[in-house]
């Protein structure tokens, strides 16, 4: 076969190759509210328990506690902050941890996202964690 005219020089097949090889992007779901078209309010906030799996578990002297079955434990809230990533944002704020956690006190709910590894970006009020 003959080819009468060359439409793309090699030159040009080569920097389009390149150009598709760096705007690559892995496919990231997340947040699902984001991508599936899911109302934020539609999803139900409170720290559950790992024990009986009600919801609204109460942050009391450094331990979250379930009025319901009376379990006790520090990291109850790391389920939450999974959810928090997979549904709702790629980053939190106090605001929006307290909102969610259901838990009034500002410091203790800075102590708990800076232990549960997030890391702080920006300060007072752009202050975000991600992970
Ligand atoms: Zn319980």
Redesign the pocket.
């Known amino acids: 076969m003959v080819i009468a005219q060359e439409k793309l020089s090699r030159n040009k097949i080569s920097e389009i190759a390149r150009d598709m090889v760096d705007s690559h992007k892995d496919y990231n779901p997340f947040p699902l509210t984001k991508t599936l078209n899911i109302a934020k309010e539609d999803i139900i906030p409170g720290v559950m ?1 790992p ?2 799996s ?1 919801k609204g578990m109460k942050w009391h002297l450094k331990k979250w506690h ?1 009025s ?2 009376f ?1 006790s434990a520090v990291d109850c809230h790391l389920p939450l902050l999974d959810d928090w990533f997979y549904l709702m944002d790629r980053s939190i704020t106090n605001r929006h941890f307290r909102s969610f956690a259901g838990i009034q006190n500002h410091h203790a709910a800075k102590r708990i996202l800076k232990k549960a590894g997030l890391i702080l970006k920006g300060t007072r009020r752009t202050a975000v964690y991600i992970r």
Do not use: Q
Request: proline share 0%.
């Open positions: 328990c024990k009986c009600r379930c319901t079955c379990h």
